[in-house]
């Protein structure tokens, strides 16, 4: 079955760029979703279509995907930012999840 | 504003069944699918299927093959989830999330479901 590996944990200081990388086979070659989740609260739709920012999302929150892995990337992260971050995508009719990065702001 | 309202929490015992609603406002109910997610405490999120609302079409996750029924009232804009055989390691949190985009652009508050004796 397909798998995205992403790191369990990322640390960014404020006012700088976080970077939390989603890997798997071919992903590139295929859609990526990312998702915030902050403690207590559903997940929220930040990227999709590797790029794409619903209404409503900063501009700071942007997306890539080339080769086998996707980054979402926050630039100028405020301490708004800390939570659980997902990637997310399809392989079969199946939707798979990555395990989680837990972004700190310190 | 679209929005998903889901049931309850509960409390089961190990092996009972439990059922999980979703209704869905604010858009046209037939014209997206809706994923069915659940997050277990302190876990990340798993994938557990999704159903077309219109009727027909479902795709579970080969891990709750035999376990899980998804079903749509179109009547009532409302999407139910049941999870059959429950045992402890189902404890978790049900989602229902609306698909767009080849994501979940919308999601329901979360029920949280727990299997105890």
């Known amino acids: 079955s397909y798998e995205l590996t992403q790191p369990p944990s990322v640390s960014v200081s404020p006012g700088q760029t976080a970077s939390i990388t989603c890997s798997g086979n071919?992903?590139?070659?295929?859609?990526v979703c990312w998702y915030q989740q902050k403690p207590g609260q559903s997940p929220v739709l930040v990227i999709y279509?590797?790029?794409k920012r619903p209404s409503g999302i900063p501009e700071r929150f942007s997306g890539s995907n080339s080769g086998n892995t996707a980054t979402l990337t926050i630039s100028g992260t405020q301490a708004m930012d800390e939570a659980d971050y997902y990637c997310q995508t399809w392989d079969s009719s199946i939707v798979v999840f990555g395990g989680g990065t837990k972004l700190t702001v310190l | 504003q679209v929005q998903l309202e889901q049931s309850g929490a509960e409390v089961k015992k190990p092996g009972a069944s439990v059922k999980v609603s979703c209704k869905a406002s604010g858009y046209n109910f037939t014209s997206h699918h809706m994923h069915w997610v659940r997050q277990a405490p302190g876990q990340g999120l798993e994938w557990m299927g999704i159903?077309?609302?219109?009727?027909?079409?479902?795709n579970y996750a080969q891990k709750f093959q035999g376990r899980v029924t998804m079903t749509s009232d179109t009547s009532t804009s409302t999407v139910h989830m049941e999870l059959s055989s429950l045992r402890s390691e189902d404890t978790a949190v049900y989602y229902c999330?609306?698909?767009?985009?080849?994501?979940?652009?919308?999601w329901g508050q979360g029920t949280l479901v727990t299997v105890s004796s």
């Open positions: 071919k992903l590139g070659d295929k859609y």
């Open positions: 279509q590797d790029t």
């Open positions: 999330a609306r698909e767009q985009y080849q994501g979940a652009s919308c």
């Open positions: 159903i077309n609302p219109s009727g027909g079409y479902r």
